[in-house]
């Protein structure tokens, strides 16, 4: 079975661009969670889809949002980018994402440069 | 809130010897806890995971954990380290519905030849 795929893996935008990150989950994973990991601020939750709803959120400001298609395939858009979102985003599927027995599996991630 | 402290930034061992990476956490309930490894460059890789099932959690790569409620810890070990080993890991706690993934710091593992 194919695991997590992000597209694209690498990506150089400048200030005030905006971004979009595609995320495909594990056939038949229903919820997709979007993570940055910066070097200061280690891995943070973003955001977290399932059903094409988003049911959880992370602290982060609005510029960043997400949606989820019917076939489960998720994008994150970044709009009015800063420096500080230089980072890896990093993309996880779960078959329903939640409850003891569920596990969120990661893609390897898209990197993401602002200049 | 849930949360995770790794209490060490980096371990070196050499290859061959015992490896020991240690996680305390805190919850408001009973925890799923897991362990994720990043090589570089690499997305994360599940290596454990606690749901309370048994206190003592065997991995993939010859690797497990130990749930001690008592001391709020779960440990990583591997009897024998191997150069592959050589990442970075994660102690992770989920939220109660299991949704939201807590990341510790992170511990970069080195292991000499």
């Known amino acids: 079975k194919a695991g997590v795929t992000q597209t694209p893996r690498y990506l150089i935008k400048t200030r005030g661009q905006q971004v979009t990150l595609s995320c495909s989950p594990i056939?038949?994973?229903?919820?997709v969670s979007w993570y940055q990991q910066t070097p200061g601020q280690g891995l943070q939750f973003l955001f977290e889809?399932?059903?094409?709803?988003?049911?959880n959120k992370g602290n982060f400001p609005g510029r960043f949002s997400g949606r989820q298609f019917s076939n489960s395939r998720s994008e994150m858009n970044v709009s009015t980018l800063e420096l500080g979102d230089s980072a890896l985003y990093l993309c996880?599927?779960?078959?329903?994402?939640?409850?003891?027995?569920?596990?969120?599996?990661f893609g390897p991630g898209t990197r993401l440069t602002v200049l | 809130a849930q949360s995770v402290t790794q209490l060490d930034s980096h371990v070196s061992v050499s290859e061959g010897t015992p490896v020991l990476l240690r996680c305390n956490y805190s919850?408001?309930?009973?925890?799923?806890l897991f362990w994720y490894v990043q090589h570089p460059n690499k997305g994360l890789q599940l290596l454990l995971k606690?749901?309370?099932?048994?206190?003592l959690v065997k991995g993939i790569n010859g690797f497990e954990a130990e749930f001690k409620k008592s001391e709020t810890s779960f440990h990583l070990t591997k009897p024998s380290a191997h150069m592959s080993d050589a990442a970075e890991y994660f102690c992770?706690?989920?939220?109660?519905?299991?949704?939201?993934?807590?990341f510790g710091t992170g511990t970069r593992l080195a292991v000499r030849p």
């Open positions: 606690y749901t309370s099932a048994a206190t």
């Open positions: 992770v706690v989920s939220d109660s519905s299991g949704d939201k993934l807590t």
């Open positions: 056939s038949g994973h229903r919820s």
């Open positions: 919850s408001s309930y009973s925890p799923s």
């Open positions: 889809y399932f059903s094409e709803t988003q049911r």
């Open positions: 996880a599927s779960s078959l329903v994402g939640g409850g003891p027995t569920d596990t969120q599996y």
